[in-house]
């Protein structure tokens, strides 16, 4: 049987600032459960109509890295720096400017939600390294993206196995990938965290992303097998054959067994894909699969990329016919199945030609290389022919003092939520939705810095800057909501540790105009909070 845990769980408000710990009363779980209609509390955070949020906050003390003392990166050899901040939030993260790998591991919470964003429950991970615990690292913005299992009987998400409140945990080796040439020098395992809906809780360990992070996850409930994705590497090039293995598209095997007695084997890849697939030259190998956002709809596995220096921003989704894009673009094949095989690559060449390519950019979205315009990071289907996609934006921080805004952030036309509609065989961009996010304008956060970070000379305050991860839902009148997580520009020298939104929207199915749709804000993350993803589950 799986390991089973108890979480730590709240009912009615937000556990900011508290660290949760495995060990409370089952009988707080029922008790919390009861008072919203679910006696057996056999639903956990996974309540039919509601929202699932997730999010960190910061709990490491001023204390735990010390200016002038601390060595950086974590577990370094050679060519160590010294911090040049504590161990306070927010400007613990302007150590990003002498390491470029900085994080510190913080707690995961997961939210029930009303619709309306009102808190119904919390439950806390558990963090104690003496049993099964997971972490997130804190100024990790891709992190933490939420999915429903191919049937809607799990909720899934990535970690790492690594203690509280650790630097550098994000940009560690794995246990079974070692990059020699990586400037951090610990290592902990990545794992998927299986939420189901009797509340028990399970991770499954793994050696893929080595030197990076791991994004998503979903469940294939008739497989039993992961699909995750996620990025690798952190060191120099050509990078080590586990690291390439293990980047992008993943396959990982549930374990039942708790996390002291897992058995890690190499990394499984799922999916290829190469820039030579379009014509153009090769990248650095192992980077083009930089993926972010996860999305399973009608059997087919859709993937994004939005960042990095190599490769396509775009949307992708993975071919097992062989025969959907024989140029590197197309379309699924209906009834096509899903992955459930590692590829099979011959590792005395992986270093030089990269993974087998069975991976396309989806007709009718971008294909230039490393686009300025294109930041995609979440994908939700409405049905088989309309899809909405949210825009990250550049990330571009310029700020005019004069007009007190971010004028890039404020002035993009492709950031916020896109609707996409499948006509003529093609995938066809109908509108971007923006009006209420605000783009560019900065907001203020209780208990967090005013004025200027003398790290960057720019303001603290954060701004929206476009869309991460998105869920939504579409109801008896054509009416589909959206619900999303914003990504930020401010003066942090991270601004992945920025408090940043969750906000919805609510569009008619087969508008052609984005006219009178407005976002609401819902949820401004406290100071020493991100929020990170969130999901829809469907029911009454």
Known sequence: MPSRLTLAVAVGGVLSGLLLTPGTAATAATAASARHGDPAGRHGVMLPGHLVLSRTVYTAGKGSIVPGVTQLPAGCTTACVTAVADGGYPEVFNNESVDASFGVSSPILLDALTQSGRTVRTLGVPTDVNGDHLVTSFPSKSELGLNLSSNGSALTFMGYVAPLNAPDVSNSNTP???????????????????????????????????GNNGRSAILDNAADEFLMAGNAGNGGNPQPVGVIAGAGAQLATPSRLPESRQQVGQPTPAGGFSVTELGDKADKVGKDTNFRGLTLHDNVV?????????????????????????????????????????????PATLQST???????????????????????????????????????????????????????????????????????????????????????????????????????????????????????????????????????????????????????????????????????????????????????????
């Not at 990938?177 to 610990?186: A, L």
């Not at 794992?191 to 793994?206: D, H, I, K, Q």
């Not at 990329?305 to 590197?328: E, R």
């Not at 294109?374 to 990250?392: C, H, I, K, L, Q």
Request: charged share 15%; glycine share 14%.
């Open 302 to 346: 859709y993937l994004t990329k939005g960042s990095g220096g190599n490769g396509v921003n775009t949307v992708y989704f993975i071919d097992t016919t062989g025969k959907a894009c024989p140029n590197g673009v197309g379309l699924p094949v209906p009834g096509a199945p899903l992955p459930t095989k590692a590829l099979s690559y011959d």
């Open 176 to 210: 079974g990938v070692v990059d020699p040439t990586n400037p951090v020098g610990t290592s902990y395992y990545r794992a998927v965290a299986e939420l189901r809906s009797n509340g028990s809780l399970g991770f499954t360990e793994t050696n893929a992303y080595s």
């Open 354 to 540: 990269g993974l087998p390519e069975n991976m396309c950019v989806l007709k009718g979205f971008p294909t230039a290389l490393k686009s300025t315009t294109s930041f995609p990071f979440g994908v939700w289907f409405a049905n088989d022919t309309t899809m909405y996609v949210a825009d990250e934006g550049d990330g571009t921080n310029t700020y005019d003092p004069a007009t007190g805004s971010y004028t890039v952030a404020a002035a993009q036309t492709g950031a916020g939520l896109q609707k996409w509609v499948l006509r003529d065989g093609t995938w066809q961009l109908q509108y971007t939705i923006q009006q209420g996010l605000a783009l560019g304008t900065p907001y203020a956060v209780s208990h967090y810095p005013t004025g200027d970070n003398p790290a960057t000379g720019l303001p603290w305050a954060p701004a929206t800057d476009g869309l991460r991860n998105i869920t939504g839902k579409v109801d008896a009148h054509g009416d589909v909501t959206i619900w999303g997580i914003t990504s930020t520009v401010s003066g942090a020298t991270d601004e992945g540790a920025d408090p940043n939104r969750l906000v919805s929207v609510t569009d008619r199915l087969h508008a052609t105009t984005a006219a009178g749709d407005t976002f609401r804000t819902l949820r401004t993350a406290q100071s020493g909070e991100a929020l990170r993803g969130s999901v829809y589950v469907p029911g009454n």
